[in-house]
C-alpha cells in the first residue's frame, strides 16, 4: 500500500506541524490583523498602509457560536460520497480580538460544545484528490 | 420633509417555483404597478432595476431588459446590484433622480428564477472570491450563520427552540392572508420542532426558501403626485450604509471578522446602524412605526431585527415575540406580509416586496392581514458583501 501525500487544500493559509497556526497579517503602520492575509492595502479606513509582515495568529482561542450541519452543501464543497455531518465554530482570538471561522475536528461532537469554550487549531483532512489527502484547519476543544 | 418621495404604485408576481423567465414575471409585477399608479409605460421616464446574478446577462442589465420587454420608449434606465438589498438600492437610485429633478416619475422592478436547494457560489475555480472558498474549505454555506447567531441568542439571551418556532407559526399564519405568498399553510409548534435539523439549532421549516417572484414600484416626486390628485404613501427614508470598520460580528461570505486591536468597534452593530440611518434620515423612531417587514432568513433571525430595529433592548426580544407583541393585532406587527418564511427569497425583488407590503398596509389595502391604523412602518434587510437597507414609509 502507497502511502498517501498530504497537502494543504489552500496554500499560504496556514503551518503544519504539532502546533499549526493560521498566518495572517499585520499593517506595519497601524499593526491591524488580517485573516485571510491582507497584503494590498490596509482595510483601517484611517490607514493607507500598503505593506504588510506575515504573522502566525493565536492558536487558541474561545468559542463565539457553532453549528452542526446535516445536509450536504453544494458544490465547490468536496463530500465524497458518505456524506457525514461536520460542525463549524466561530472562535475569538483574544490578542487579534477577531472572530474566525472553521470546521471543528473530526470526533468532536457538537453536544460537548459551548459559547466560551476553549479550543485550539488543529490541521485534518479535508478531503483526499487522486492520491493526496488535502489538509485544512480546524478547531479542537483544548483537553482539560 | 424635502426629501420625500411618493408612491404612485406597487404590482407583485406571486412568489411559487413556476419554472418561467424572470423578465416575465417582472413584466407581471410593472404592468401591476403603472395600473395601480394608473399611469401607462410611456408616462415613465426611467426604468430602474435591480439585478439578478442567475440568469445570465439579461439578469445583470435587468433594468435595460425590462425596459426592452416592455417596448424601448427612450426612458433611461439603470440596474443596480447590492445583493439583498437590490431592489432597495434600485429605489435609492430613483429617489436620487427624483430629488435632484432628473426624473418625475420612475418605475422600479425586481425579479428572479431560483434554483432549488442551498444558494451556492458561482461556478468555476474561484480562490481569489471568499464567497467560493467558504463553500470548499469549510462547506459553510449561508444557514451557517443564521445558525451561528441563533446558538448565540440561545446562549446569551435564553433562546428557546420553541421561540425561533413560534416565529415561523407566526408567520405562516401571517401569510394565509397573502394571496402574493408562495406558502398559505398553518403549522403547529410541534411540525415545525418535527422538521429535519438543517443547521443546529435551525431546522428546515425555520430557513427560508429560494423562490422566483417578481415586485415592482411606481415611484414619483410629490408635485407629480399632486398633479394627478394622489394623496401618497410616501417613501420617508431609504437607507443603504455599509458597515464601519472593525465590522465584529461575523458576516456572510466571510472567514472572519475585522480586528478591533488597534480600532474599536463602533457603538452600533451593522445592521443597528442600518435601522439608524434610516430613522435619522426620516426623522422618526421605532415608537412612530406601526408594522416592520424584516428579512427572517431564519426564524431566530427575525429576533435579532426587533433589536437591530429598536424595537426593543437587546436581549429581549425573546419577550416580545412570547407576548404577541409582534404577531397581527399587537402592538407593533412584524412580518405581516408573512415575511421570507411565507414567500422564499427571490433575491432582486424581496427588498421591494417589503416596501409594496408596506404600501397596502399604509393604504389599508391589506384585507384580512391589515395592521389596523397603520400610519408608518420600516423594512430591513441585510446581505452579502456588506449590504444591507431600510426603507421608512409613511401615510
Keep these: ?144 | 420633509m424635502a426629501k420625500e418621495v411618493a408612491v404612485l404604485g406597487v404590482g407583485m408576481h406571486p412568489w411559487g417555483k413556476w419554472g418561467k423567465n424572470f423578465v416575465e414575471y417582472g413584466i407581471k409585477a410593472c404592468n401591476d404597478a403603472l395600473d395601480d399608479a394608473g399611469l401607462e409605460w410611456n408616462d415613465i421616464e426611467v426604468v430602474a432595476g435591480a439585478e439578478t446574478v442567475r440568469n445570465g446577462y439579461a439578469g445583470y442589465v435587468a433594468g435595460a431588459t425590462f425596459a426592452e420587454a416592455l417596448g424601448w420608449s427612450g426612458a433611461r434606465v439603470s440596474t443596480s446590484y447590492a445583493a439583498c438589498a437590490s431592489g432597495s438600492q434600485a429605489i435609492n437610485n430613483a429617489r436620487a433622480m427624483i430629488l435632484a429633478d432628473m426624473a418625475d416619475v420612475i418605475l422600479v422592478v425586481g425579479a428572479d428564477t431560483t434554483p432549488k436547494g442551498f444558494l451556492a457560489p458561482n461556478a468555476g475555480e474561484r480562490w481569489a472570491d471568499p464567497d467560493w472558498l467558504r463553500f470548499r474549505l469549510m462547506g459553510c454555506t449561508n444557514p451557517t450563520y443564521f445558525a451561528l447567531y441563533a446558538r448565540r441568542r440561545m446562549d446569551l439571551y435564553g433562546a428557546t427552540e420553541e421561540d425561533f418556532a413560534a416565529v415561523k407559526v407566526k408567520n405562516a399564519r401571517h401569510g394565509m392572508a397573502n394571496p402574493n405568498a408562495r406558502y398559505h399553510k398553518e403549522f403547529t409548534m410541534e411540525q415545525v420542532l418535527a422538521s429535519p435539523m438543517v443547521a443546529d439549532p435551525l431546522r428546515l421549516f425555520e430557513i427560508c426558501a429560494t423562490s422566483d417572484g417578481a415586485a415592482a414600484v411606481v415611484i414619483s416626486s410629490m408635485e407629480f403626485a399632486r398633479k394627478h390628485n394622489v394623496d401618497p404613501v410616501k417613501i420617508r427614508a431609504v437607507s443603504t450604509v455599509t458597515p464601519t470598520y472593525p465590522q465584529t460580528t461575523i458576516d456572510m461570505p466571510y472567514f472572519s471578522t475585522d480586528s478591533a486591536a488597534t480600532v474599536d468597534a463602533p457603538a452600533l452593530t451593522f445592521k443597528d446602524s442600518i435601522a439608524q440611518a434610516a430613522y435619522e434620515e426620516a426623522g422618526l423612531g421605532p415608537e412612530d412605526m406601526s408594522l416592520a417587514e424584516v428579512y427572517d432568513l431564519s426564524s431566530a433571525l427575525e429576533l435579532d431585527w426587533y433589536e437591530n430595529i429598536g424595537l426593543c433592548p437587546k436581549g429581549d426580544a425573546e419577550k416580545l415575540l412570547r407576548d404577541g407583541s409582534t404577531q397581527l393585532g399587537g402592538r407593533i406587527p412584524v412580518n405581516p406580509s408573512g415575511g421570507l418564511a411565507s414567500f422564499g427569497e427571490a433575491v432582486p425583488a424581496q427588498a421591494l416586496a417589503q416596501v409594496c407590503e408596506l404600501t397596502w398596509q399604509l393604504r389599508g389595502q391589506a384585507g384580512d392581514r391589515q395592521v389596523e391604523g397603520a400610519k408608518a412602518g420600516i423594512t430591513a434587510n441585510v446581505g452579502l458583501f456588506g449590504h444591507g437597507s431600510s426603507v421608512i414609509c409613511s401615510v
Design chain 1, 1 to 144: 500500500m502507497t502511502q498517501k501525500s498530504v497537502a494543504p487544500s489552500i496554500e499560504g493559509w496556514f503551518t503544519t506541524g504539532d502546533t499549526p497556526h493560521l498566518i495572517g497579517t499585520q499593517c506595519k503602520i497601524c499593526r491591524t490583523y488580517f485573516f485571510p492575509k491582507q497584503d494590498l492595502f490596509c482595510k483601517n479606513p484611517g490607514c493607507r498602509g500598503t505593506e504588510f509582515d506575515e504573522v502566525e495568529l493565536s492558536r487558541t482561542g474561545k468559542i463565539w457560536s457553532y453549528t452542526e450541519h446535516y445536509y450536504q452543501p453544494p458544490e465547490p464543497y468536496i463530500s465524497g460520497d458518505d456524506f457525514e455531518p461536520y460542525t463549524i465554530a466561530a472562535v475569538e482570538l483574544d490578542k487579534e480580538k477577531m472572530v474566525i471561522l472553521g470546521q471543528v475536528a473530526k470526533g468532536v461532537a457538537h453536544a460537548d460544545l459551548t459559547t466560551g469554550q476553549e479550543v485550539e487549531l488543529v490541521v485534518e483532512t479535508l478531503y483526499e484528490e487522486g492520491e493526496t489527502e488535502k489538509t485544512v484547519w480546524k478547531w479542537k476543544p483544548v483537553a482539560s
